[in-house]
């Protein structure tokens, strides 16, 4: 019943809205470019077809020009591609309607990057920078019947040379690999503001892309549009939210007695309105109003994050001229940056409540952005939200993201660290190029800032840190003083004058952080103030159990590498040829190079035991990655509130490759995602030995307590339980405690360390529950006993259900069928004792296929 009222009402505020006012032939008219469009390289003349949006190297691929670029080597023979000038055409006509208009803009969401555009032989623009949004007036260029839309796209690479050349001194740009794209030591990348990986990355290939990357239409309109709405949110709490929305729009004459209002679309109901005239040009209009006890928008794990949709109309003479609607979510957000007894705080506080930050590092999706579908993007942040992340950031090297992937981040509750886009190098921010660079920054800030996920802005990726720590500033200075001078202030301009004034004029509630990791300006970043990036497990080869010494009061960065799966890596290396990690096409796919396939094996070696063939290698490696991003994660969590986010690297691939990635190119977790999904559960139970004691902490994310009985085991592989422990107790809301404490030789009895595991259980009193594993010693000092494991398959929708149980302890169980579009529930997982897991595959293989393939892997087996 209520269901169909509901209906009712819907259909009511609909009709409504029809016969009122929205009927108006004035509304704008938008016509997608999408069509028809070819392209040719400029100085041959065959004309092939185009896809836009889209770039090159795909328009090459679809027309069986290049092959696969992720595939075995193929890279290598495309680094012409970018070497050369590229023309896409098209021709439109426009509808009468359209014509009529008084106003035509056409409008580029992205241009990728050099690129001259013509409109009927018209040079109408000069485009120079892939993050900016370009819109022109085009009335007068504009005709009825066909129209011809050129654009020439320069090489990004003959472009920017020269500039390299012209210098006295270079800017460092450490992953820029430029000897891959056969320019030597030239990295240019720096000059161009282009998506920094394109250049190459130590996961990434070189592929420097051109072409019409985001959608490019025509708005046409009569009288009155809206450029931008702005629903600044002054304060919100639990009882009211104060707002004030700032409408821009744009006139072409001198309008009286207009009316802006702004409805909350779900009740129909007018918030604010104001009267006003229209000048002729652009127009500010400001239309406030509050809420009483708004419906709040919360991070991921703590509650709804409810989207209000507020629709802005602008009326005159009864006639609705434009219309736009906000998703918006209501909640106050602050990094909580403060002196306290131990330095700087850094945190994020949601509607008043410290929250402990739990995600990962995001990289773009593909070499070639236009090909990320909505479903890759959908997936992508379902993975995060799903493993119970509540924050991803959005590194420097790659883009600002698309609309949908903020709106997916709003849905689901994952908060986002927004950087803008520079990494890893320094930039010559001066002139024309910090013009563009305030451009980039305001279009950008103004798009994304009624999202409610976004939660802060920060300058770049580890340029400070890079300038004073990496050695960079004394190379230059070697050369000369005044060119290293000059190099920072540039720097101090654009990360501590130029970012943050747009910020603060454009999105005045939002935190601007200057810098990722950052303590102090002109300071090496550290333990005690701000965010940390923290290789030494890694890159400083430290052993994996230096997590847990380690701190900081918020983990923005740390990761350890690993190779895609067997199943993914014969995707784009098939041949028996390439299985070892030192083929040819594997060292392709490794831009760590043998200093990372050599921090693998050397983590292996000392932690785990020798794989004994590529297949066992890439097992091995996946446990070993799993294992050491959950022990730092657990770290991470027991320090709170001294630490207060913990952020891996990396979430994501941008081609298949060994990387710090927890999901391979193809959506496949690792290890690690599941690892990081149960280290990442509201509730975190976590065994440590510290100092002689075995101690057991739980931490809590909740809001509120919970009470439940925690068991704290001592068993043997076999089954026997040595030491037998439990207890009621009540978990508090929002913090980390020790629940258990003994000395190791009293819970030990005698027995020798390899031979055990202790294990925690944690059941509240609403029968969820959450479990935990820990080995007193590295794994290869586990005395694991070969396992039999069994199976039984049962059908169920989409798939089968497979329960598989093993007669002891099995370490890690690694289930895998030759299905590249198959989902588990879970994988890696431990079983107990004469215990069973129940797996969840969706895949299409009908039921012999899977049986057949399904192949189980565990570590006691591999030992
Ligand atoms: C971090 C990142 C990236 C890099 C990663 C792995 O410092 O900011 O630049 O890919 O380390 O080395």
Request: hydrophobic share 35%; with cysteine; aromatic share 12%.
């Amino acid at each position: 019943m209520k269901h169909i009222l509901m209906k009712l009402k819907t259909a009511v505020i609909a009709v409504g809205l029809l016969s009122g006012s929205a009927m108006s032939a004035s509304v704008p008219l938008v016509k997608n470019l999408h069509e028809g469009w070819k392209f040719k390289q400029a100085r041959l003349t065959n004309w092939y077809p185009a896809t836009v949006p889209g770039v090159v190297h795909t328009d090459l691929l679809q027309n069986k020009i290049i092959e696969d670029p992720f595939f075995r080597l193929n890279e290598r023979g495309l680094q012409w591609i970018d070497k050369e000038d590229w023309i896409y055409e098209t021709r439109f006509s426009l509808s009468s309607d359209m014509m009529q208009k008084e106003n035509m803009d056409l409008v580029f969401e992205g241009l990728d990057t050099y690129a001259d555009v013509y409109l009927n032989d018209e040079c109408i623009l000069k485009a120079d920078n892939m993050f900016r949004r370009w819109s022109l007036p085009v009335k007068q260029y504009i005709k009825e019947g066909d129209n011809v839309l050129k654009i020439y796209f320069h090489s990004p690479i003959k472009i920017d040379v020269p500039k390299w050349d012209a210098l006295p001194y270079h800017y460092p740009a450490s992953n820029d690999q430029s000897e891959n794209g056969g320019l030597l030591n030239k990295k240019i990348s720096i000059f161009a503001r282009k998506a920094g990986y394109h250049y190459g990355w130590d996961w990434g290939p070189r592929l420097v892309t051109s072409g019409i990357w985001r959608p490019v239409y025509i708005k046409a309109w009569s009288d009155s549009r809206i450029n931008d709405v702005f629903i600044e949110q002054k304060q919100v709490n639990a009882s009211k939210a104060v707002i004030a929305g700032h409408i821009e729009l744009n006139a072409d004459k001198e309008m009286n007695d207009v009316t802006v209002t702004v409805t909350d679309e779900a009740t129909g109901k007018i918030l604010g309105k104001q009267q006003t005239n229209l000048k002729k040009g652009i127009n500010q209009v400001t239309v406030n109003f509050a809420l009483s006890k708004p419906k709040l928008w919360w991070s991921n794990g703590l509650g709804e994050p409810y989207l209000y949709r507020f629709r802005t109309d602008v009326t005159a003479n009864k006639e609705i001229l434009d219309s736009k609607t906000e998703k918006v979510g209501i909640r106050s957000l602050k990094v909580v940056h403060q002196p306290d007894k131990d330095g700087h705080t850094f945190y994020i506080e949601l509607n008043g409540r410290p929250v402990f930050a739990k995600g990962a590092n995001y990289i773009p999706c593909d070499n070639f952005l236009p090909r990320v579908t909505p479903d890759i993007y959908k997936k992508t942040i379902l993975d995060a939200a799903n493993a119970n992340m509540n924050m991803l950031r959005v590194w420097g090297g790659g883009t600002y993201e698309s609309d949908l992937f903020y709106d997916l981040c709003d849905e689901h509750g994952i908060m986002i660290w927004q950087d803008f886009m520079f990494a890893c190098s320094m930039y010559p921010a001066e002139g024309e190029l910090l013009e563009s660079i305030r451009q980039e920054a305001i279009d950008n800030v103004k798009r994304l800032r009624n999202h409610a996920c976004i939660a802060l802005w920060c300058g770049n990726n580890e340029c400070q840190d890079a300038w004073l720590g990496w050695g960079w500033k004394p190379e230059i200075e070697k050369q000369s003083k005044e060119y290293a001078d000059k190099v920072w202030a540039q720097y101090q301009q654009q990360y501590h004058v130029t970012l943050p004034e747009v910020v603060k004029e454009y999105a005045p509630e939002t935190f601007y952080w200057p810098s990722s990791p950052f303590a102090f300006e002109g300071e090496p970043s550290g333990t005690t103030d701000g965010d940390r990036h923290y290789w030494s497990v890694w890159h400083g080869k430290v052993p994996i159990s230096d997590y847990n010494k380690e701190k900081s009061r918020f983990f923005s960065e740390y990761g350890f590498q690993s190779f895609p799966e067997f199943e993914s890596v014969k995707r784009y290396a098939p041949n028996p040829e390439d299985w070892d990690i030192r083929s040819e096409v594997m060292m392709s796919h490794q831009r760590g190079g043998d200093h990372a396939n050599g921090l693998i094996e050397t983590y292996l070696l000392n932690e785990y035991k020798t794989p004994h063939n590529f297949q066992s290698f890439l097992y091995m490696n996946h446990v070993l990655q799993g294992d050491a991003i959950k022990t730092a994660i657990e770290a991470h969590r027991r320090q709170m509130p001294y630490n207060m986010g913990t952020l891996f690297w990396q979430h994501n691939d941008c081609w298949p490759v060994a990387s710090w990635a927890s999901r391979d190119y193809y959506g496949r977790w690792k290890a690690q995602h599941y690892y990081a999904r149960k280290a990442f559960e509201d509730i975190l139970i976590s065994p440590i030995v510290e100092e002689d004691e075995l101690k057991v902490y739980g931490v809590s994310d909740r809001i509120k307590g919970a009470s439940g009985k925690l068991q704290v085991q001592v068993c043997r592989f076999d089954g026997k339980i040595i030491h037998d422990w439990s207890k009621h107790v009540s978990v508090g809301g929002n913090t980390s405690q020790v629940y258990f404490s003994a000395p190791l030789t009293e819970v030990l009895k005698d027995t020798e360390k390899g031979d055990v595991y202790v294990r925690v259980v944690y059941a509240d009193k609403s029968g969820k529950v959450y479990d935990n594993n820990y080995y007193l010693g590295k794994q290869k000092e586990m005395n694991y006993p070969k396992v039999n494991l069994t199976t039984e398959v049962q059908p169920m929708a989409g798939g089968y259900e497979v329960t598989v149980s093993s007669d002891k302890f099995a370490r890690a169980v690694f289930l895998s069928i030759a299905d590249n579009e198959s989902l588990y529930s879970d994988n890696y997982f431990d079983i107990q004792p004469n215990g069973s897991v129940k797996v969840q595959i969706a895949t299409q293989l009908p039921v012999d296929k899977f049986k057949e393939s399904l192949k189980l892997t565990c570590l006691n087996n591999e030992f």
